[in-house]
């Protein structure tokens, strides 16, 4: 029996956990094995990120769903283990609490990064997925709890912010009525609120122009399933998919017209995504609304991709 190197990958978002396991290629110029591709929806901003904390139901979300990606990765004999974390333990005052019983429970010793890493390593992901050629696209990655904005070229990072205004933040701020009926002045709020938080992003759009959107998150592949019309399994997506604006824009206005159930009951939605893709789709459409962008890619892949490109390079 050879000796095999199989990698973990795990992104700990604000909403979902990630955990990709590959065979590492053993010839240079081969590509790794991908054996298991799975997510969980932990939530782990509800309840709590506005405040600063992790609340204690998404905390114990957090160590179950831990136990059993270490289950899988027992099961997959993986020889080494990378974990990061990103928005919800960087704020959060009990969020070291969470890294150090993730480590005593399962072993797994979770790396916390900033929002500028996190944006490099979501660029270094969309790359793998999506050829971006030689003009500018824009890459935005809508966490929970933070919102990652790239301008890059296949080769050329031009610029990149990381914003706390994720969308359990949004949700909490501009929806907190579970009715889910999104009032029309809950969308002006939230506009008037992006164009204050995201003065640098207006300049350097200005400045780059970016052709098009390259958009890394759960919310964009929500939007381009409604466009299919049904919902895609994680190992069924395709490194990239051409969401069409017109779409985006029929979307919106379904999910801006509806209560909760009426949006649940679109088809291609996760019903515990629906109120958030609501403040998503607004902050989307606002970003097209500042650009003169008229081609939508939502690309499969991201930070865990990132990571493994850089280990691949490396």
């Keep these: 029996m050879h000796a095999h190197r199989r990698l973990a990958l795990i992104d700990l978002g604000t909403n979902t956990f990630h955990l990709l396991i590959v065979e590492m290629p053993t010839q240079p110029g081969e590509k790794p094995v991908t054996l298991l591709r799975t997510k969980a929806g932990v939530r782990l901003g509800e309840g709590g990120i506005s405040q600063g904390i992790i609340a204690p139901e998404a905390y114990a979300r957090a160590l179950h769903t831990l136990a059993g990606f270490k289950e899988e990765i027992e099961l997959h004999e993986v020889t080494e283990t990378r974990a990061t974390a990103t928005s919800a333990m960087r704020v959060t005052s009990n969020g070291p609490d969470l890294v150090r019983d993730i480590f005593a429970q399962t072993g797994i010793q979770v790396d916390v990064i900033a929002g500028e890493r996190e944006a490099e390593l979501i660029c270094a992901g969309v790359r793998q997925a999506v050829a971006l050629g030689s003009e500018p696209n824009l890459i935005m990655d809508i ?172």
């Design 143 to 314: 966490g929970g709890g933070s919102v990652e904005f790239i301008v890059a070229t296949q080769t050329t990072i031009f610029w990149k912010q990381s914003f706390e205004i994720g969308a359990q933040r949004l949700l909490d701020r501009f929806f907190p009525d579970p009715s889910g009926i999104f009032p029309a002045a809950a969308v002006a709020a939230e506009q008037e609120y992006l164009r204050a938080a995201l003065d640098p992003l207006l300049e350097a759009v200005q400045r780059y122009k970016p052709v098009g959107l390259v958009g890394a998150s759960g919310s964009f592949d929500s939007l381009a399933d409604m466009q299919l019309g049904r919902l895609r399994t994680e190992s069924e997506l395709p490194p990239y998919t051409e969401l069409l604006v017109s779409s985006f824009q029929a979307s919106y206005r379904h999910l801006l017209s509806g209560n909760h159930e009426q949006r649940a009951a679109l088809p291609g939605i996760l019903p515990m995504r629906a109120n958030m893709l609501v403040v998503a789709a607004v902050l989307i459409d606002f970003v097209l609304g500042i650009s003169e962008i008229t081609r939508i890619r939502t690309s499969a892949f991201a930070l865990k991709e990132g990571l493994l490109a850089e280990m691949l390079a490396a």
